[in-house]
């Protein structure tokens, strides 16, 4: 374990936002504020100058929202940080897309201070922050829009029978450890099983895997997330 804290940049239009996040995180012993941003194009700015570990992204701003900053600092930082997006609804569209850009997860303004620093530590040391309820009302509104993604049809398909399950269980919400209870397998194995499920579906996180689970037309048959 590090015991350097983690580096966070704050990314928000509004000053008394970015006030009131900064006196939650930086009063965490193992969690320091390096940075703000007012707008997506200075968090684009800040992210190149500092490199810390996690972005704090609201995902309406002007000059540049948190969908385009949040792809542009995936795709131009050598070493990304994980981003979460800050939004007031979770049924905000600008969420999902978000998601899709890249975004590991997404935090509410009126989470609880517990909340928050606990999903700045989970995303940190690199797990997704899944919402399997939310996702699934966003991606369901989406996909009622448009045609299932056809090749990521396929690519699930190409998934053998045990990965389909574990993409299941992934996509309502378990962890590898509650996968591993439900499947009878161990962890390890759990793990190796979600890393070849990434790989063949051409995501980067538990969360991509979800979102493509639901655009591939997998989520919304009867063998997707639960409920």
């Known amino acids: 374990m590090s015991t350097h804290p983690i580096r966070v940049v704050i990314t928000d239009d509004e000053s008394l936002v970015r006030a009131g996040l900064y006196a939650i995180v930086d009063a965490e012993p193992d969690l320091t504020v390096v940075g703000e941003a007012a707008t997506g194009a200075e968090a684009v700015e800040r992210v190149r100058e500092l490199r810390p570990d996690v972005v704090l992204m609201d995902v309406r701003m002007p000059d540049l929202n948190g969908i385009e900053a949040t792809a542009r600092v995936l795709r131009e930082s050598p070493n990304p940080p994980k ?13 999902y897309d978000a998601l899709r850009a890249g975004a590991h997860g997404f935090l509410l303004k009126r989470a609880r201070a517990d909340d928050m620093v606990h999903a700045i530590r989970t995303v940190a040391r690199g797990d997704s922050l899944l919402f399997p309820a939310a996702i699934r009302d966003l991606a369901l509104a989406r996909t009622r829009e448009r045609a299932h993604n056809a090749e990521l049809r396929t690519r699930i398909a190409r998934l053998t029978p045990r990965e389909q399950e574990v993409l299941r269980l992934i996509t309502a919400g378990l962890a ?15 793990k190796t099983h979600v890393a070849r499920i990434l790989t063949k579906l051409g995501v980067r996180d538990r969360t991509q895997a979800v979102i493509a689970a639901y655009e591939g ?3 919304t048959t009867g063998r997707g997330g639960r409920g």
């Open 83 to 95: 981003v979460l997006v800050v939004t007031t609804f979770e049924n905000d569209e600008y969420v």
């Open 176 to 190: 590898n450890t509650e996968i591993a209870e439900r499947t009878g397998v161990g962890p390890e194995t759990v």
């Open 217 to 219: 037309g997998f989520a």
